[in-house]
């Protein structure tokens, strides 16, 4: 075993190993979700899931990894604690981790088998005489000095700190935690308050030392020297990935080139010259960023919300500037301290060896940013993913935090295929495969969708019962989607007895054919009855992640607010089942639970109607040419095709899914909410953000 | 002597809850399952974070277990099978139990990571919003036996058990009791879906050992509070004295650790909203009531 | 047994349990010791290394509630010797205290209609 630890196996050691094999903890890659929707039952295997890498020993990887994931399954991987093990399942490329120590086919028996193994070799292997490191660029973490009283002064030589004059610390950081320093690109979007974020933390304050020796202007010598390495290299796909050596783009996974510093330093010399202007020309009039009617002459905190007004006139010029939105906030914060210390020199009581304003609180709290009730806080940046328990794995979401209320947010897919279509996939079925493999949440929906364009494309059409029990599986899927989305939502709120529930419902009706569908019906109303008795439920969600109708909504999430949009209304073949589009209000959390609900029901009336079930293959698409477009309502909302058929092979093919406009909600539902609210209604959306082509 | 005793039947018992939880939570009744996962969590490693706070990431498991035993030494298991019978006896267990919040914060301040600190942080809030339904309630109890001796209110139920006497104030302390121990739904700092982990998520190997330990402690040292203050402890009629204090202590912690599992977790908000505004003012209304009926009736 | 009887018990599990602790702690350090390795100490957070510091300045949203907490806390360290005393003294007890958990009482409405009792945000 290559995570074993260091040492041999006496009596004790044998014990301890034997214990362990037969407590296994498995932390998923790329979560509980992909798991069950491939039809895995991970419990019934014996295998305990944890919610976060420490409490794991079992790496349990369902291959192929996703390039977009590889960097994270090492994170992941180098957080346990030894001894620690893989099990990979399905075959593939687990990327930068070790070979793992069992292996099976992505199937029930397959899991069963592999964790046989497992518990062999965590038996017999869980202590070793020779350990290597293991050791990913990733992880790397760099050395650097910080002040004990003040964690935002840090620096990469020792030496006191330019606040308080204690001497800096030694600790060391990821080389990564450099890039949260830069502005992540979504948040150069948002409104100037929640633009100003962690990245205050370092730069402005080490500013503040030369503000308070009456202007010397030793501008931010703390932040250069941590970002002035020799050679930095950096992400050509993403500005905001700088690393001190080369490697690969944590994420993209491109190689890293070597850094024109000058491009990662403008934001600061955009500030520099700013600054230098404050200290020519003072501003005449200063307004709050949140009341515009707030007009005053002199620097100062708004009389309605508190906030550090602004300067008028520099709000217009910087407007126009480059790098406007992005440094604004920065500017804002280090001129108007500026001006504020410049004011209250005057009356400062001067202690000899004393710094003046050491700790005084207006001066630590000066360039924080403020929350909405005008406290100034300092804000965290923590990431929530890709493998957090309560979430979609593979969505990387990074929050803002204001204590315990999400203040930014900044969401995206860290997977998804690279190119829909290239040389292997040029053939109906390969292209088929293409797209299930596409979504592992939702496979028959985009195979459906496959089959439709291209026979489309190719003029044809299939029988009518045929067609009606391609639809009987899309349905059979959309009900075992659900009860995937009802099981994480289990997990997410800690209702464990509907995790237990719908997880086993789903893996059932994954495969089921109609008669076993039909004989679980009973089974499935007991389910929803029970869940709309639960006590504390309607508290725990109404209100949460309401959203207002509108056009961008897909799929429930729509129909929950009271939308009645659904792409299986225009299908005539729906109309003569008799299918009609259900719909909720409110648009909230708990009316996306009640939607979901009903159409589970809905579902399994429209499959024991149809009364067969038949997967979508394509059907006589011969060496025909044509284009072709299809709409099929996927679990998550409606995922619209277009391809171009030659001879028999799609020469280009382009897909909408809903999932780019469940990124786009995530800011909506969670801005300003209590952190555990904003997860509840992000998970409320059921979005899988495996549906995009990069 | 007694010490021992109930220190052992103290270990019996954390064991037991520890079975019964892990019956909630895998749905399977393995009563070799606590032991293995102690001795699979001694062989693992205990990490340390980058840049801890090492005093408090080291303290809190040991405060943890320490306000635990602290707590259990006054509750009364028979007449004399008691650590100590304390003059002071409820107050004391109060005060002991006020350790829980700060080793929580310690544990989760500790390590510098972001999921702890949150999740310290937000049981001070579920703190400010159980502990006057700790203490209220204990008032009215201590109102009937006129004593803060856990012993004496014992005896003071001999005729009538308080869930009859004060059936609010006993709703009232079991619904903080479940706060106190962080028990679903009220797992509000280690929520594993919330903050995979919250304040235990740093914490691995022995280390994290001993945090499990102390939580199945102070689970038992709040059922036997329940037991003694409103189910009359020891008091039935044909057992021995302590098989009745054993059976109900394990039937009220059994029920505490496995009803969370029917309900979603209950949001910080909403706790701290429905304990004052509406738990308070009926603590206080208990209160009162107990003191007329106190008056009036002479039981 | 004398009150100081007592505490010395007390003082004694305490040390008892520190100890235990200890033991367990060798005991788990006999098994082997941690090893260092890249990226292991860095507090996980979902697959990402997180970024430092993450000590500072919380905002905690509850504050209005912890305000009113600090005043019924301290008053309800009156209400024990008042509640051990209560049958002895009768209905004078009864009135002293009601007038007192009114006061307490009229300032949590105070408090509620002043907005105290929400997350401040």
Redesign the interface.
Known sequence: MIGA???TMTM??R???A??S??IRGFV?PGADVARAAGLDL?GAGL?LS?????A?VLVIIAPLPAG?AD??S??Y??M???RAILALGSGDLGPLPDADATGPLTQAGLVTAMEDLRWVIATG??RSD?D????P????RTEY?CPMH??VVQDEPGNCPKCGMTLVL????V??HA?HAMPEKERDMPVETRVE?TS?GHDHANDKGNKHGGAHDHGHAKHAVSEPLVQYTCPMHSEVISAEPGSCPKCGMFLVPADTKSEHAGHDARHGHTKHAADESPARYTCPMHPEVVQDEPGNCPKCGMTLVPVEEAVENSGHDHGAASQGHDNGSKSSHQGSHASHGNDVVIEGIEAHFMSMTDL?RD?PA???G????????????????LPSGL?LDLT?????VAGTSADSAVGLSELLHEDTTTPAAFVDQLAALSPLSPVAYSLLACLALEQAAEQSVPSSVARARIAAAERERLTSHFGWLAGF?????????E?RATALQLKLRVAPVIEIAALAPKITALLTRIQR????K??LKGIGRLAGDDALPGPVARAGGIARDARSDDPIYTELGFTVLTATDGDALARLTQRCGEIFQSLELILKVGAIAMPEPHGIGTASGTGEAVVETPRGAARLSLTLHNGKVTAANIETPTAAHVDLIATVAD?R????A?TGIGSLDMSPWEVTA | MTILIVLLSLAVGAYLIAVLESW????RLQPARP???A??L??????LA??PDRLLFETGPVLLLVAGLLAVAVIPLAPGLIITDMATGALFLNAALAYVLVALIMAGWGPNG??GM?GG??FLGQFVAYAMLIVMPITAVVLRAESLSTVDIVTSQSSLWNIAYQPLGFALFVAAAMGLCWL??L??PT???????GV??????VR?AVLRLARMVIILALAGATVTFYLGGWLGPWLPDWAWSGIKILIVAGLMVSA???????????YLELSWKLGIPLALGNIFLVGVIVLVVPI | MSALAQYAILFGLTVGAVGFVLCVYALAR??????V??????P??????????????????YYGYALLFLAFDMEMAFMYPWAVVYREEGLVALLDMGVFLAILFLGLLYGWSQGALR???
């Open positions: 630890r260091q040492g004790l050691q014990l301890v190993a214990a362990m037969r407590d890659v419990g305990h919610a976060t890498p420490r409490h020993n994931l994270a399954a994170v992941a180098g957080q604690p030894r001894p869980s202590f350990v490191d293991y050791e990913a990733t992880l790397q973490t910080t964690p935002e600790r060391k950081a990821a990564s935690s949260g962690t933390a709290t924080m929350s909405e009730d406290l100034k806080m300092e804000w965290i940046g923590v990431p929530f993913g890709p493998f957090f328990p309560g990387r935090l204001d204590g315990d209320a289990g997990t997410q709120a800690g209702f464990t007895w509907l237990k639960t006590p504390l439920l508290a725990r300003g209590e952190l555990g609210d997860l | 909630a939570v895998h749905g032991a293995i996962s001795l699979a001694l062989g693992r490693e205990s990490l980058r840049t972001a999921y949150i942080w937000r679903p739904p797992d509000l929520a594993p879906g919330d903050l995979a982990g235990e998520a740093e914490y691995t190997g994290f969370g599992r029917l309900v979603p977790r209950v949001r910080e908000t909403r | 006999v098994i082997g010791r941690t090893r390795e890249p990226g292991k100490d860095v996980a957070t979902a697959g990402s290394l997180s970024r430092d510091p993450v000590w500072v300045r919380y905002h905690v949203k997350r401040q945000e």
